[in-house]
């Protein structure tokens, strides 16, 4: 079976542009949460969504959003790229929004030049 | 404001030794408490998770001890080996979906033989 699968796994962006990560889920889980990672730190939680309705957003600036697709599949876009927005981009997919069992996806590796 | 802290920071041990990671939370209406495992270069994998009706829970070598009272719980693994290492997170969230799960900053856990 096909865990949570993201893409691109690395990408390189310049300071002020624009980014888009995405996320499919396993199958048959339909909520969806990305997370931050920096370099030696723990996961920071950015959003949540559940059958494609926003369900929680963590302490992050207007330039990050996300959407759910009616397939569970979600996007994370960055706008206005900083150098501090480098980091592993992780996506989570679980049954549903109660019951934690979160799997996790490799990430996406974004610098910021 | 970190809602769930974690010690140590990193943490050598011998083989078969008994590494012990703690985390203390204080929102408490988390009720569902897992544990990850992270390589580098992948996504954290759930270990071992908990909820606070019972004080503790075991699989294979891993451990977890849970104080409601103390709103502590940490994560023991008996005859450590060296495909240990890693980096190990606790978490924790609400189990009705109502708060979303946070992650402890990590502990680098070395297994040496």
């Known amino acids: 079976d096909a865990g949570v699968t993201q893409s691109p796994t690395h990408l390189i962006k310049t300071r002020g542009q624009h980014v888009t990560l995405r996320c499919s889920p396993i199958?048959?889980?339909?909520?969806v949460s990305w997370y931050q990672q920096v370099l030696g730190q723990g996961p920071q939680f950015i959003f949540q969504?559940?059958?494609?309705?926003?369900?929680g957003r963590g302490n992050f600036p207007d330039r990050f959003s996300a959407r759910q697709f009616p397939n569970y599949s979600s996007e994370l876009n960055v706008n206005a790229l900083l150098l501090g927005d480098s980091a592993l981009y992780l996506c989570?997919?679980?049954?549903?929004?109660?019951?934690?069992?979160?799997?996790f996806g490799s990430g996406t590796r974004l610098t910021v030049v | 404001q970190q809602q769930v802290k974690q010690s140590p920071q990193s943490l050598i041990v011998q083989k078969g030794g008994i590494p012990i990671i703690n985390c203390a939370y204080e929102?408490?209406?988390?009720?569902?408490f897992p544990w990850y495992q992270q390589f580098p270069g992948k996504g954290p994998a759930l270990l071992i998770a908990?909820?606070?009706?019972?004080s503790e829970k075991k699989e294979g070598r891993f451990t977890i001890s849970f104080n409601k009272s103390a709103k502590q719980f940490s994560l023991h693994i008996m005859d450590s080996q060296p495909g240990d290492s890693a980096t190990y997170f606790c978490?924790?969230?609400?189990?009705?979906?109502?708060?979303?799960?946070?992650f402890g900053k990590g502990t680098r856990l070395s297994v040496i033989a």
């Open positions: 989570a997919s679980s049954l549903e929004v109660r019951g934690g069992g979160y799997t």
């Open positions: 199958s048959g889980h339909k909520s």
């Open positions: 969504y559940y059958e494609k309705e926003e369900r």
């Open positions: 929102n408490t209406a988390f009720d569902y």
């Open positions: 908990i909820r606070p009706d019972v």
């Open positions: 978490a924790a969230s609400g189990y009705s979906g109502n708060t979303p799960l946070v």
